[in-house]
C-alpha cells in the first residue's frame, strides 16, 4: 500500500521532537557515564523542556518570541517538506532560513554576549550551509532522484557513490549537532570563554524553542544519513547511532575550536573530501 508522502511529512512534526528528546536524553546519560557521573534519566530533557513552557519568559526585545517561534517553524517544516516530498536542495535552503531566524533572535538583544553568539552562528552558516546544498545536490545527482521517497526506491547506492561525501558529513554534523570542538555558539560547557552566547539573553519558553528546534534538527540530520544507505533505511539509522557515538566522545574530549578554524576546516573538509567525490565521479564516467 502507497502511502501519501504528506503522511510522512505530518508524522515528522509530531514524532521528530520525541526522537530528538530522547537522543538528548541518551547524550546526556553517556556523558555522564564518560564523566563518571550517574547522570539524569532519560526523560529528563522532556522535564525541563516542560519546565521551561511553564515559566514566564523575560522579553527583553518584542521580537525576540515571533523570530525564535519563525526558528523552530521552519526547522519543522524544513523536515516535514524533506519527508513530504519537496525538492531536496531546496530543503537545505530553508533549514537555512530556520538558523537564520536564530541568529535574528540573538541579534535583535541589546546584549554583548547575545550579539557574540550571533556572530558566531553566522560562522556556523558559513562553514556548514556550502557542504549541505552540495551534498543534497550529488545525492540527487547520482540517485537520479530529486526528492527523499525518489532516493530510497532508486536502485543506485549512494553510499558507494558518496564515500567521500559521507565522510565529510560526519564531519560538519559535528558542528550542526553542536559538539566541541565546533560548538563556537552555544556551548554549554563552563570552561569556555563564552558559555551559550547565542541563548544567554534568552529564558523561560524561549529557551524552549531554541531546544525544540534543535530536536528537529537532530531528526533531519538522522533523515540524511538515510538517504546515504537508501537501499536499507535500518542501516542509516543504526549509521547515525554510531556516528553520534562518537560525536559524544568528541565532545567530552576536546575543547572549543577558535571560529578561524572551524570556517577554514569545514571549507577544506568540503572541497577535499565532496568536492573531490563528484569530480570522480564525473571523471570515471
Known amino acids: 500500500m502507497n502511502v501519501n508522502p504528506v503522511v510522512y511529512g505530518v508524522l515528522f512534526v509530531f514524532l521528530a521532537p520525541v526522537f530528538g528528546g530522547l537522543l538528548a536524553g541518551m547524550d546526556r546519560i553517556i556523558s555522564a557515564r564518560m564523566q563518571s557521573r550517574v547522570g539524569p534519566p532519560l526523560l529528563q530533557p522532556f522535564y525541563d523542556l516542560g ?26 517544516a524544513t523536515g516535514a517538506m524533506l519527508l513530504g516530498g519537496t525538492d531536496l536542495v531546496f530543503t537545505a535552503f530553508v533549514l537555512a532560513l530556520a538558523a537564520l531566524f536564530l541568529v535574528l533572535a540573538a541579534g535583535s538583544v541589546n546584549s554583548p554576549y547575545s550579539h557574540a553568539g550571533a556572530e558566531r552562528e553566522l560562522i556556523v552558516l558559513l562553514a556548514s550551509e556550502p557542504f549541505f546544498i552540495l551534498m543534497l545536490a550529488a545525492i540527487c545527482k547520482v540517485s537520479g532522484a530529486s526528492t527523499f521517497g525518489g532516493v530510497l526506491a532508486s536502485p543506485v547506492w549512494v553510499a558507494w557513490q558518496l564515500p567521500g561525501m559521507l565522510l565529510a558529513f560526519s564531519f560538519v554534523a559535528t558542528i550542526k549537532l553542536r559538539k566541541s570542538p565546533f560548538d563556537i555558539s552555544t556551548s554549554h ?36 544519513v538515510v538517504l546515504f544507505f537508501n537501499w536499507a533505511w535500518p542501516l542509516g539509522l543504526g549509521v547515525f547511532a554510531v556516528a553520534y557515538l562518537l560525536e559524544i566522545l568528541v565532545d567530552n574530549s576536546t575543547s572549543r575550536a577558535k571560529w578561524q578554524l572551524v570556517l577554514r576546516s569545514s571549507w577544506a573538509v568540503t572541497l577535499l573530501l565532496s568536492g573531490g567525490n563528484v569530480l570522480a565521479l564525473f571523471l570515471l564516467k
Request: hydrophobic fraction near 50%.
Open 189 to 224: 560547557h563552563a570552561h569556555q570563554e563564552l558559555v551559550s552566547g547565542l541563548t544567554s539573553d534568552m529564558s523561560g519558553r524561549l529557551l524552549a524553542y531554541v531546544e525544540m528546534a534543535h530536536w528537529y534538527e537532530s531528526a533531519i540530520l538522522a533523515a540524511f
Open 51 to 76: 519546565k521551561l513552557l511553564q515559566k514566564n519568559a523575560r522579553q527583553v526585545n518584542p521580537i525576540a518570541e515571533p523570530l525564535l517561534l519563525g526558528h523552530v517553524g521552519f526547522m519543522a
